[in-house]
């Protein structure tokens, strides 16, 4: 299904169904600050297999982010986090940053796998932060790559839907999306180290 929502300012009964669907352990393509992502509720197993099915990558080395709503629910997935590195955060967030923390006890758990790590991302995204935040917890992130030799992300909402629309339950078109990344520190030696230079400045942050 191919779900128009306006990106300033959602339509509350669609989001609804969005949420719905993600509680009932659906796949969702979404629109965040970046690139389009596919996604599912993180605590759903069989949803989060899905996932990892559909980027051919076993579910106990997926390496998948997480979009959380703010900072506040950090400490619901990540060891105790610097000050430092928490105010590198503060300034950059939301925006198109991904930063690699140390796991907490509760993400093996959650995965179901040994996971040391975890990226977190708070998207300058309407659609993306009312999802998680509607939802109550964090869902999981990963970039809709394109076949295209030259481009590296599928843009257009309507494309990504021709070619996904048998693979997950809902493709939100939420306008065209970036076709660059978002920029990644890993902040898990308790210096950020830039991992990947993407659409987000590194200037800014450091």
Partial sequence: MLLNIHPENPDDRRMQQVVDCLKNGGLIIYPTDTVYSIGCDMGNQKAYERVARLKEVKPDKANFSIICHDLSQLSNFCKPVENHIYKLMKRALPGPYTFILNANTNVPKIFKAKKKTIGIRIPDNNIAL??????????????????DEV???????ELIHEKYQN???IVINGGYGNNEASTVFDCTSGVPELVREGIGPVDSVL
Wanted: glycine share 4%.
């Fill in 130 to 147: 009312e999802i998680v935040r509607r939802l109550g917890h964090p869902i999981i992130a990963t970039s809709v790559h394109d076949e």
């Fill in 151 to 157: 481009l590296e992300y599928t843009t257009d909402p």
């Fill in 167 to 169: 693979d997950v339950d």
